[in-house]
């Protein structure tokens, strides 16, 4: 067996041990973790609630966990809230090479500014973050305001409660598709 080969079957092992990836969680779990998330993003930001006071819609994936060993992956399941209600459910998923060890969780949430921006993500199947549509990563400033070229932005994302060995606030490669519950 491949040292490569070896890395792999490495990865797929913790992704299959994580509680996320071992099985779904149900409607109603779902739906109460991305409350709670979304609940934490308003309490680590007054800036970000207001923004998401404007979005045409939100996207909340409460855990994301991602673990590897220079060969990684990611996974977690979400929803897409628009004016406060669940319209859809989503998971969102990635694999990467590279110089990487550990495990991480993180939770994200994407901002869709623009009903233009919106309907894009909303008619591709399995869009990806950085090739169907740029996901501006939202930073806090002094102040705790955000940096006002990224809030003019179509699509804007907060990655938080980043816990653990890794540390990566890009969504780029990043592949989200609805699934059904």
């Given at each position: ?64 966990y991602k673990a590897g060993l ?34 991480q969780r993180k939770s994200v ?73």
């Amino acid at each position: 067996m491949t040292l490569s080969r070896l890395y792999a079957l490495l990865v797929l092992c913790v992704l299959g041990l994580s509680p996320v990836a071992s099985h779904a969680a149900s409607k109603e779990v779902l739906d109460a973790k991305v409350r709670e998330a979304v609940q934490e993003l308003y309490k680590t930001s007054s800036a970000a609630k207001e923004l998401a006071g404007h979005a045409q819609a939100m996207l909340v994936f409460p855990e994301i966990y991602k673990a590897g060993l220079v060969v990684g992956g990611e996974f977690g399941e979400g929803a897409l809230l628009e004016g406060g209600h669940t319209a859809a459910y989503y998971n969102l998923g990635s694999a990467s090479i590279g110089f990487q060890a550990g495990v991480q969780r993180k939770s994200v949430v994407i901002l869709f500014m623009t009903a233009e921006a919106l309907k894009r993500f909303q008619s591709v199947r399995g869009w990806k973050a950085g090739v169907d549509g740029s996901v501006a990563i939202a930073t806090l400033g002094a102040g705790g305001q955000l940096d006002t070229e990224t809030v003019q932005k179509p699509i804007v994302g907060f990655v938080y409660s980043n816990q653990g060995l890794m540390y990566n606030l890009t969504l780029e490669g990043s592949k989200i598709t609805r699934i059904r519950k």
